[in-house]
């Protein structure tokens, strides 16, 4: 399958000090600046300098571990964070083009928080809003609310509910109407309530009445986003995302993962497809090597991931870019293993390369996230069947 086009989007995954768990031990890190603000507009800051799309801003609902369904009791780790949205909520005002795009857990979120919180994003960021939605299958986090027990083995629930929590957040984004606002001071008409609308949501899961207290946000709906590894997750990226985050391991196993992902979308426009990497990058293969090898000798064991990781110069990941979107992913989200180290790399070496290649952009040509990523602004659903 060839790539959408002959240019492809670039972002980066922001986690604590870089995705390698030794990563806050490096020289350059700045584990004490991390619940500051500063920290966090120099690093979106500094994706917005390399021209990337989007940044995502990990979170979750429990303290880092290194077992994704239970608590560990290390010390040698990064453990603590902000919460994503409103890491995006402050930096937003510090930037002027690039996409923000926190995580929200909507296993424990209401989605009329969430639908409201991205869509003040939204405004906050004059339309450059998106959001990843993550499940949650851990029995620590579930105990920090006490609503619910979480099933063992109850992956495919989840993201069943995941893909209705979508669908309220998207209601509720739709709830008023455009030009629902009149603010007519002489009539002293402020709004149309004959624009509101109740979204009416009834499901196994969620029964929402609507409408949203926060009129239709600068994008109509801001962007979607899901991980997903296996195809009860890539059907929810067909269904719910309007990018999905995916982890091939070659250009074969990427133009599959596309394929079965267009095979689960019944119409409308595509989902963007961006492939995940965690990445060393470093001025020789062998330097980036050697350092891989060093951190994970002070981490006490090799690095693992779910995302390909790759060890290289920013040209030699280039080569490896241009193959996987001929492929067919249309975007990379790259990993930053150690910040700002791998950020710069990124910034300073590997956006020149695929710029001198004519695979990425030389400015900003667009005002929106959805319009950076070639995605048109949806009509909205219930002024639609009013008029038809």
């Given at each position: 399958?060839?790539?959408?086009?002959?240019?492809?989007?670039?972002?980066v995954?922001?986690?604590?000090?870089?995705?390698?768990?030794?990563?806050?031990?490096?020289?350059?890190?700045?584990?004490?600046?991390?619940?500051?603000?500063?920290?966090?507009?120099?690093?979106?800051?500094?994706?917005?300098?390399?021209l990337?799309?989007?940044?995502?801003?990990e979170?979750g609902?429990?303290?880092?571990s290194?077992?994704?369904?239970?608590?560990?009791d290390?010390?040698?780790?990064?453990r603590?964070?902000?919460d994503?949205?409103?890491?995006a909520a402050?930096?937003?005002?510090?930037?002027?083009h690039?996409?923000?795009?926190?995580?929200?857990?909507?296993?424990?979120?209401?989605?009329?928080?969430?639908?409201?919180?991205?869509?003040?994003?939204?405004?906050?960021?004059?339309?450059?809003?998106?959001?990843?939605i993550?499940v949650?299958?851990?029995?620590?986090?579930?105990?920090?609310?006490?609503?619910?027990?979480?099933?063992e083995?109850?992956?495919a629930?989840l993201?069943?509910?995941?893909?209705?929590?979508?669908?309220?957040?998207?209601?509720?984004?739709d709830?008023?109407?455009?030009d629902?606002?009149?603010?007519?001071?002489?009539?002293?008409?402020?709004?149309?309530?004959?624009?509101l609308?109740?979204v009416?949501?009834?499901g196994?899961?969620?029964?929402?009445?609507?409408?949203?207290?926060?009129?239709?946000?600068?994008?109509?709906?801001?962007?979607?986003?899901?991980?997903?590894?296996?195809?009860?997750a890539?059907?929810?990226?067909?269904?719910?995302?309007?990018v999905?985050?995916?982890?091939?391991?070659?250009?074969?196993?990427?133009?599959?993962?596309?394929?079965?992902?267009a095979g689960?979308r019944?119409g409308?426009?595509a989902?963007?497809v961006?492939?995940?990497?965690?990445?060393?990058?470093?001025?020789?293969?062998?330097?980036a090597?050697?350092?891989?090898?060093?951190?994970?000798e002070?981490?006490?064991?090799?690095?693992?991931?779910?995302?390909e990781?790759?060890?290289?110069?920013?040209?030699?990941?280039?080569?490896?870019?241009?193959?996987?979107?001929?492929?067919?992913?249309?975007g990379?989200r790259?990993?930053?293993?150690t910040?700002?180290?791998?950020?710069?790399?990124?910034?300073?070496?590997?956006?020149?390369e695929?710029?001198?290649?004519?695979?990425?952009?030389?400015?900003?040509?667009?005002?929106?996230?959805?319009?950076?990523?070639g995605?048109s602004?949806?009509?909205?659903?219930?002024?639609?069947?009013s008029t038809?």
């Open positions: 399958m060839p790539g959408s086009s002959k240019t492809l989007h670039l972002a995954a922001l986690d604590g000090t870089g995705w390698h768990p030794a990563s806050w031990r490096e020289p350059d890190a700045r584990p004490a600046n991390l619940l500051t603000a500063g920290y966090w507009t120099d690093l979106v800051g500094e994706a917005e300098r390399g990337l799309d989007f940044v995502t801003i979170d609902l429990a303290l880092q290194e077992h994704p369904l239970r608590a560990d290390r010390t040698d780790r990064v603590g964070r902000l994503a949205t409103l890491i402050r930096v937003a005002p510090r930037t002027r690039i996409g923000l795009v926190p995580t929200v857990i909507a296993t424990h979120t209401e989605p009329f928080h969430a639908s409201k919180a991205v869509a003040t994003l939204d405004y906050v960021s004059s339309g450059r809003a998106g959001v990843r993550q949650s299958a851990s029995p620590v986090a579930a105990r920090h609310f006490g609503r619910r027990v979480i099933p083995g109850g992956g629930d993201l069943a509910e995941a893909a209705d929590y979508v669908e309220v957040v998207r209601r509720l984004w709830s008023w109407e455009d629902a606002e009149i603010r007519d001071v002489a009539t002293g008409r402020f709004v149309d309530v004959a624009k609308h109740y009416d949501f009834e196994p899961w969620f029964s929402v009445k609507g409408p949203s207290i926060t009129p239709r946000p600068p994008q109509g709906q801001p962007v979607v986003a899901a991980l997903a590894h296996v195809d009860p890539y059907r929810l990226v067909a269904s719910s995302a309007d999905g985050f995916v982890t091939p391991h070659d250009a074969r196993e990427t133009t599959a993962i596309v394929e079965e992902i689960h019944a409308g426009p989902v963007r961006f492939a995940d990497l965690v990445v060393f990058l470093d001025a020789t293969a062998e330097a090597r050697s350092r891989r090898d060093r951190l994970d002070v981490a006490g064991r090799a690095l693992r991931s779910d995302a990781i790759f060890a290289g110069t920013p040209a030699e990941l280039a080569d490896l870019l241009a193959q996987w979107h001929e492929a067919g992913a249309d990379f790259l990993r930053p293993a910040l700002p180290h791998d950020l710069l790399q990124i910034t300073d070496g590997l956006v020149p695929l710029r001198a290649r004519g695979l990425f952009r030389a400015s900003y040509a667009h005002s929106t996230l959805r319009e950076s990523l995605l602004r949806p009509a909205n659903r219930y002024s639609t069947a038809s």
